[in-house]
């Protein structure tokens, strides 16, 4: 009588982090794609893709998954990925120059915004002088300036997106050490969530900034804690400040960063790798600053911004980002008292509250159900995936990963 008490005891609470996982990962994946809905099928093409689309991933978490990758091997996963890549390629090639017609209204100027601004770097000129299409000034810092130049080089910064989905792909197999799940995972972000290949195709870089930063920060705790060379340790953070300098909402999330390392390596190495990243991203940042002041335009699209929000509604905007560099210490300091390796999942909190703001505050100026900056919903997407994906699609106790050994998130 004993035994099916304690299998119950058991099930109960894996149950239960099962069903956080799986609401946890549906609002990452459905939220920042209800904008991109909602402009192309209305609101009952919204709500029908919101219940569509959440009974789908249940299905699939439920039957398909486990079956698929019970009889996927390593090879055929990696295979598949490529097929996959290539696909993605394809329709890039088909639909970007489609799409990037310069037409208020159409497409986006923000890859025209990065590419004009590193080709102004690249010449010897200060890149904050001109302006896009739609007479939009530059709202990059430098660091992402400097991180798009090289595919600038090779024709558009848009093509960092199709670049940096790979290296997100690479991470999540990594995590979850299977390829197959890694796949599964990019699946289920490509069919359920249209946000990411609206910005493949439109060649929004809000996409490669959110995972450069994510990978840049996974790389500073992965090295930090482990037995790994000191120039390792040193570069992930120099990359980590270089990708900061890009948008100054991730700068919120450095306590889930400080909390993270301070478990893994101490609160010293916390604090020093801290330090390198801050004096890289003053590094690139600053001299563009001084440089001229009144012509960098990052700090006045910020200022601008707050600005708007005040006009809607008093004190929202200090408060907003306040109450988000609250949170975010909240989370962090929770995580050091427990010990618990949540920062990812607090990352996403953080990114995302600052997100609903954002779109209430858009909702209440426009005066209708406008969705339309869900889209910024990237941010913590990725984040997000990352911290509920592989729980909810992690094998049972005792199976087996696809690389032969005990699966480990």
């Known amino acids: ?10 099930f109960v609470p894996d149950t239960s982090r099962k069903f956080r996982a799986f609401a946890g990962l549906a609002f990452c994946l459905l939220f920042p794609s209800c904008g991109v809905i909602q402009k192309y099928f209305g609101n009952v093409g919204l709500l029908i893709y919101l219940v569509a689309a959440t009974a789908l991933l249940w299905f ?31 329709v890039f090639a088909l639909v970007f120059p489609r799409a990037n017609v310069h037409v208020a209204g159409r497409g986006s100027d923000a890859d025209d915004a990065l590419n004009q601004a590193a080709s102004e770097l690249l010449h010897g000129r200060y890149p904050y002088y001109v302006q896009t299409y739609l007479q939009n000034a530059i709202a990059n810092f430098p660091g992402a300036i400097l991180l ?17 989905f790979g290296v997100f792909f690479f991470a999540v197999s990594r ?58 340790r040193v570069l992930a953070a120099l990359l980590l400040g270089i990708g900061l300098s890009s948008r100054a909402n991730f700068l919120l999330v450095m306590p889930q960063l400080f909390a993270a390392l301070t478990i893994k390596a101490g609160w010293r190495a916390a604090l020093r790798y801290l330090m390198v990243a801050g004096a890289a991203f003053t590094a690139v940042t600053v001299p563009f600053w001084i440089h001229d002041p009144a012509g960098f335009t990052p700090l006045h699209a910020q200022a601008h911004k707050v600005a708007e929000f005040q006009a809607i509604l008093p004190f929202a905007g200090p408060v907003v980002p306040a109450l988000g560099g609250c949170i975010a ?8 008292k427990l010990r618990r390796e949540t920062w990812l999942r607090d990352c996403a909190i953080v990114q995302a509250f600052l997100v609903i703001c954002v779109t209430t505050l858009t909702a209440i100026q426009t005066g209708t159900l406008s969705l339309t900056s869900t889209s910024y919903g990237v941010f913590f997407l990725f984040f997000g995936v990352l911290a509920f994906g592989p729980k909810m699609f992690a094998p049972a106790p005792g199976a087996k990963s696809a690389r032969g050994g005990s699966a480990s998130y």
């Open 1 to 10: 009588m004993d035994q099916p008490a304690s299998h119950q005891r058991q």
């Open 60 to 90: 699939a978490y439920r039957y398909v998954c486990e079956l698929l990758l019970s009889r996927l091997s390593e090879r055929q996963a990696q295979l598949l990925s490529a097929v996959t890549f290539l696909a993605l390629i394809v």
């Open 148 to 164: 798009a130049a090289p595919f600038v080089l090779l024709g558009t910064s848009a093509y960092q997106n199709l670049f940096w």
């Open 175 to 232: 995590l979850t050490q299977s390829f197959g799940r890694g796949l599964v995972i990019v699946w289920t972000l490509l069919i359920l969530s249209p946000v990411v290949m609206n910005y493949v195709v439109t060649g929004g870089d809000d996409l490669a900034n959110s995972i450069y930063v994510l990978v840049f920060m996974l790389l500073t705790v992965k090295w930090a804690s482990a037995d790994a060379p000191a120039w390792k």
């Open 329 to 336: 210490l909240v989370l962090a300091w929770r995580n050091l």
